[in-house]
Every structure is written in C-alpha cells, then in structure tokens.
C-alpha cells in the first residue's frame, strides 16, 4: 500500500522560504515521478511541479516558476518542494502524489502552509 506524508509547512512571513518535504513508503520510489499540488480555501486543487523519476525532469506551474524547487532524494524516498519569496497567494495545503500533472494517484493528507503580512 502506497503511502505518501507531507510535513514542513507551518506560519511563515511573506517572503519566507520554507522547505517541503514528502516521504513515500510502499512504493518503488525511484519508478514514479512525484508531484506537487496546492488547494487554497474555496478553490480547486491546482498542480504546482512534478519532477521524473531519476530527477532530471522538473515542470513547475507559472505561478512556482522561478520561485519553487522540486527536487527528490530517491535513497531516502523524500521529495521536497523548496518555496522561497512567499506571497499572499500562496497560502494552500500542500499535498504531494505519485505522478504529475496529468495523472497522479496516492494523494497525502498534506501539510497546510500559512503566510502572515
């Protein structure tokens, strides 16, 4: 059973730079490319990034590009998602999955990521 776990978001000022990470369990780690989206409040879920199984490949949506960093540490089954010049828009609850933009499956509960003025 494929098991994702978000963990370090938290309250964060505006243009902080916290870092994300995701470790998986219950899966060939470094078989799947992994992913990154974000639902704020009162919205859909929107893809942010996806990077390819051996890490090469990374795609970010236009609202992360230049600010977000996916990367992935296949010996550690971690995926992480560096956030840096936060802004007001980017509050969410962050989740990762297995897949990318197109598809993806195995959705973690998240880790809620709050800005503060």
């Known amino acids: 059973q494929v098991q994702v776990v978000e963990s370090g978001g938290g309250l964060v000022q505006a243009g902080g730079s916290p870092r994300l990470s995701c470790t998986a369990s219950?899966?060939?780690?470094?078989?799947?490319?992994m992913g990154w989206f974000r639902q704020a409040p009162g919205k859909g879920l929107e893809w942010v990034s996806d990077?390819?199984?051996?890490?090469?490949?990374?795609d970010y949506a236009d609202s992360g590009k230049g600010r977000f960093t996916i990367s992935r540490d296949n010996a550690e089954n971690t995926l992480y998602l560096q956030l840096n010049s936060l802004k007001t828009e980017d509050p969410a609850m962050y989740y990762c999955?297995?897949?990318?933009?197109?598809?993806?499956?195995?959705r973690g509960p998240g880790t809620q990521v709050t800005v503060s003025s």
């Open positions: 990077i390819s199984p051996g890490g090469n490949g990374r």
């Open positions: 219950g899966l060939t780690f470094n078989n799947y490319a």
């Open positions: 999955a297995k897949g990318g933009r197109t598809y993806f499956s195995d």
